[in-house]
């Protein structure tokens, strides 16, 4: 926006550097195809002015809704891989494995508490009852992940991107960093936005913005540092959250 901004101060100047040449320097018998030269000019500069203006914020429109509906599915597998997790302790990079999770795991619902108990080993050493404090963990009850997490969610389909290029799927990758699991969930900008200007979606790519979806794709979790977080603002983040 701000090139665009620049190129109509420009244009502004241009036009006012144009008409002082004409009055100073031109006869008048030539004027009056000037100045009709100067506004077809004019128009023209006007009507590109005009696109280039609308074309960003057209593509601004479509951007911010199309990457709506990623976050939404990739808060999907957010929730998928993290209850998943809790159960397995690990994440996983099949799509057939969260979907057959959904579909019949159920996460317990545990409580700790901390319990004192006989020390054995320091009775023995001290020939005293020496007491330990350990802690343990009560499960109080099971929820089901598809009723809990994922009902009135088309889960089956937790793989598709759901906008841009037909058929697009998030790529998912699962591992390990020093012992820890983690996982990451992607898609590139330029599937999501594959029938837009391809400059504008270039631009997009190297966004860094507070107010911005930064970097070439958009991401849940990581394969590099120990996160589970997405790479968008929390503004995107609120129609799985209300």
Not at 50 to 73: A, G, H, M, P
Not at 201 to 207: C, F, I, L, R, W
């Amino acid at each position: 926006m701000l090139k665009v901004i620049i190129a109509i101060v420009a244009i502004i100047l241009l036009t006012i550097l144009i008409v002082w040449l004409i009055d100073k320097f031109v006869p008048k018998k030539l004027k009056p195809v000037l100045n009709l030269v100067l506004w077809g000019l004019i128009i023209y500069l006007g009507y590109i002015t005009f696109n280039s203006v609308y074309d960003e914020l057209r593509f601004k429109e479509i951007k911010d809704d199309r990457y709506q509906v990623v976050v939404d599915r990739l808060i999907d597998i957010q929730k998928a891989q993290i209850a998943y997790k809790d159960v397995n302790g690990e994440y996983t990079d099949k799509y057939e494995n969260l979907i057959r999770f959904i579909d019949t795991a159920k996460v317990p619902i545990t409580q700790r508490r901390d319990s004192t108990v006989r020390d054995e080993e320091k009775s023995r050493q001290f020939g005293i009852d020496m007491m330990k404090t350990i802690t343990l963990v009560d499960t109080l009850d099971y929820y089901s992940v598809k009723d809990s997490l994922f009902k009135n969610v088309e889960y089956q389909k937790i793989m598709n991107v759901g906008v841009g290029e037909p058929g697009a799927k998030f790529e998912l990758k699962a591992g390990k960093i020093d012992d820890i699991p983690v996982f990451e969930a992607s898609v590139d900008k330029a599937v999501v936005l594959h029938d837009q200007n391809k400059n504008l979606v270039a631009n997009e790519k190297q966004v860094v913005s507070v107010d911005g979806v930064n970097g070439p794709k958009i991401a849940v979790g990581s394969m590099n540092e120990i996160s589970t977080s997405g790479n968008w603002p929390k503004n995107f983040a609120k129609s799985k959250k209300e």
